[in-house]
């Protein structure tokens, strides 16, 4: 029977593929279902290169109020500094892409003018 009807799981495979690398971007990536959405529409175009020491389990590990060179030992040197030292992007598109794994760390100052993480921007960047 299996080998007579094979035909009848690719509908099954059609389905369940992209349902397994959308459950992937929610998982792995802590995406809201939205984003995971539409990186799984872009999943063979996009393309992210990161920073040197960047890892997804330290960006994880930057709260509010922690201080750049706390931000410095958990993921190393961004690869930009935007907006007066006020953003660190850690993910940048690779080649001429739109659709990249976006990694930013926002920043404010305090009174003593010391960088204080205001937020983190970890989502998925559809041009």
Do not use: C
Not at 5 to 15: G, M
Not at 99 to 117: A, G, S, W
């Amino acid at each position: 029977m299996l080998k007579k009807n094979w035909y009848l799981f690719t509908p099954l495979a059609l389905v369940g593929l992209p349902a397994l690398i959308l459950a992937y971007y929610i998982l792995s990536f802590g995406y809201p279902v939205n984003e995971a959405i539409e990186a799984t529409s872009h999943f063979l175009q996009s393309k992210t290169r990161y920073a040197l020491k960047y890892s997804d389990r330290n960006f994880a590990r930057i709260k509010p109020n922690m201080r750049g060179d706390q931000v410095f030992q958990l993921v190393g040197v961004p690869f930009e500094r935007r907006g007066n030292d006020s953003e660190w992007l850690y993910a940048l598109p690779q080649g001429t892409t739109n659709y990249y794994h976006e990694r930013k760390v926002i920043f404010i100052r305090d009174k003593n003018n010391v960088p204080l993480v205001k937020e983190t921007v970890r989502g998925f960047h559809a041009d």
